[in-house]
């Protein structure tokens, strides 16, 4: 009979899992040695949230669980944030944690705790199996809820003597492929979205993440082409249709791209694919959108349909289901003439470009954030993965570099945690061997997980990473300086530390940068490196469009 370790790698292995990742600890020895025999790759990092992060990142991109391990206790803590990430931002995950022996719960063992009490409220399913025959079982309905409806978290924890304990395993479930058919809308409300497209004059459409994990891109850019309607993305549907594209827009995040905040103003219908009208789009509220617009939601997930804002029309249904037959729909109809609203948008698309390509040509010393992506526009390979993790070094970025390709723009999520941006973007390495991911950072975000530049040696994945280095925790020192009478800033400074040389010390490479003439060449080199490489570039604390907006607002984030 199969050891419970034989058993949980069977179970993942029958449903097309390849990778894991993982830190070592004492409850996981037994599966990590029969998952290394069985020839599952096998990635480990330095914390415990690098590893499910990096879950995260497999979730995102190839939309399936990835699957995490770590040891119980202080293990399983450590891991939360990253399995709260995950689920905040809809991605496909499998965390397990070990624990102690089921003989010991609750008996003050070593690292006895109540693990599930802590995930209960960020997954999607959790569940201690209680016994070796029981984890197949386990492993499925886990595997399915992390896929169904809305993706996101799920978790196992799993008493170490459960590894070791031989079974026969519980009849697994009928379907183990994980995967349940989806919702379609209801063919009225099909018909009420077309006339309310034909009426419209202003009207514009936000594609978000459940678009992406629809696989509607080219359904999306059928859609917009055949109603003449424009687009923007955001989060996880950066790139599915590029910025290129005559009726992409950019991004829908309306601090960093004027297009988007006036358009969003003066629309009277909004169409909303996969996005839950959240904090990004400011609540869906009067700020932003005119109280007079129209709004119609689809969305997997019918607990998000009218939360914020009231609705015309609410479709809890698959996004590109819903394409489909709104498509199929407009074949009888013909696209009104939108070209005066198009131009607008242009228009204020082309202001917003020259703005910031102004800004981009003051000298400054330390150089401005826009010096370091203006240098880099031309030279961004098109295949690359953007990673942006957290900083107002980035948010400039955000607002100067387009997202060209499907899932080649990846963001920290909708709980925003900062750190985030550099262990997906291993997992994006570890996916896309022939191309880069960049990783743009300010210094504060960094210091989360800068031990895993030992991992990106140790496994050869050559990220680059763009360190926006301004001393401190900008974003923050901006907003008490602008919030606060006294002119005084507290707990917001750092040394302006030789990142690169930390990377130098882990195995990697690394150059320090003090001009705008340095960053292209620097870039080159990093792309010609087949190490990890890190840029640590010397700018000035500017507030970036995103923190003026909240100082102007006098708004948290």
Same mark, same amino acid.
């Given at each position: ?32 040695? %029969? ?20 879950? @995260? ?30 689920? +905040? ?42 016994? +070796? ?31 070791? +304990?031989?079974?026969?395993?519980? =009849? ?17 409300? !099909? ?39 424009? #687009? ?16 992409? &827009? ?14 969003? $103003? ?9 996005? $839950? ?12 959108? =005119? ?7 689809? @969305? !997997? ?7 914020? *804002? ?6 809890? +249904? ?19 003439? *939108? ?19 102004? /800004?981009?040509?003051?000298?400054? %010393? ?11 526009? @031309? ?30 723009? #990846? ?12 262990? !997906?973007?291993?997992?994006?390495? !570890? ?44 974003? /923050? ?7 606060? @009478?006294?002119? $005084? ?21 690394? /150059? ?10 620097? &870039? ?10 890190? #840029? ?22």
């Amino acid at each position: 009979m199969p050891t419970g370790a034989e058993l949980f790698v069977s179970s993942i292995k029958n449903l097309g899992v390849t990778h894991i990742f993982t830190l070592v600890g004492d409850h996981l020895n037994e599966v990590l040695q %029969v998952a290394d025999r069985e020839g599952l790759c096998i990635y480990d990092t330095r914390h415990e949230s690098a590893a499910v992060h990096m879950a @995260d990142g497999w979730g995102r991109i190839t939309r399936t669980p990835g699957i995490s391990l770590v040891t119980g206790g202080p293990g399983h803590t450590n891991s939360i944030s990253g399995i709260a990430t995950a689920n +905040a931002t809809g991605s496909p995950i499998v965390s397990v944690s070990g624990m102690s022996t089921s003989q010991l719960r609750n008996r003050n063992a070593f690292q006895d705790m109540d693990q599930l009490s802590l995930v209960r409220g960020i997954t999607k399913y959790a569940a201690i199996p209680n016994h +070796a025959g029981q984890i197949p079982f386990h492993v499925q309905c886990a595997y399915r809820a992390a896929l169904t409806g809305r993706p996101g978290a799920a978790h196992l924890s799993v008493p170490v003597d459960l590894f070791t +304990a031989v079974d026969e395993p519980q =009849s697994p479930l009928q379907d183990d492929s994980g995967t349940t058919g989806q919702p379609r809308p209801d063919s009225a409300d !099909i018909n009420r979205t077309i006339d309310l497209i034909d009426q419209a004059k202003r009207p514009v459409v936000i594609a978000g993440s459940g678009a992406w994990f629809a696989d509607a891109g080219a359904l999306l850019e059928a859609f917009i082409e055949k109603a003449a309607l424009p #687009l923007f993305t955001i989060c996880l549907a950066r790139g599915l249709v590029p910025d290129s594209h005559p009726l992409c &827009f950019g991004y829908a995040d309306p601090t960093l791209n004027r297009a988007a905040s006036e358009a969003f $103003k003066e629309a009277d219908l909004v169409l909303v694919l996969g996005k $839950k009208i959240d904090y990004r789009l400011r609540l869906g509220g009067p700020g932003l959108f =005119s109280p007079e617009a129209q709004f119609i939601q689809v @969305d !997997i997930h019918s607990k998000e349909l009218g939360l914020n *804002r009231d609705l015309e029309v609410g479709m809890p +249904a698959d996004v590109k289901l819903t394409l489909e037959d709104l498509l199929d729909a407009l074949g009888r109809h013909n696209a009104p003439d *939108r070209s005066s609203w198009l131009a607008q948008i242009s228009k204020s698309r082309g202001s917003w470009n020259q703005e910031l390509s102004k /800004e981009a040509a003051q000298p400054s %010393v330390p150089m401005h954030p826009l010096h370091v992506f203006s240098a880099l526009r @031309d030279l961004v390979p098109q295949d690359a993965t953007l990673c942006w993790d957290g900083g107002d070094f980035v948010h400039w970025g955000r607002c100067a570099l387009p997202a060209r390709l499907p899932m080649h723009w #990846l963001r920290l999520g909708a709980l925003a945690g900062l750190g985030v941006g550099f262990p !997906i973007a291993l997992t994006a390495q !570890i996916l896309r061997p022939n191309s880069r991911s960049i990783v743009f950072t300010g210094d504060g975000s960094l210091g989360f997980y800068i031990a895993e530049m030992d991992t990106a040696v140790r496994f050869n994945l050559p990220v680059i990473i763009i360190v926006g280095n301004d001393g401190g925790w900008g974003i /923050e020192r901006e907003l008490q300086l602008g919030h606060y @009478d006294n002119q $005084k800033t507290v707990a917001c400074n750092l040394r302006r530390t030789r990142y690169d040389l930390v990377m130098k010390g882990f195995g990697g490479e690394g /150059e320090f940068i003090e001009t705008p003439e340095q960053v292209g060449p620097a &870039f080159q080199r990093a792309l010609a490196s087949d190490k990890p490489y890190l #840029l640590n570039i010397d700018i000035q604390g500017v507030a970036s469009p995103f923190t003026q907006y909240q100082l102007a607002h006098k708004t948290v984030k």
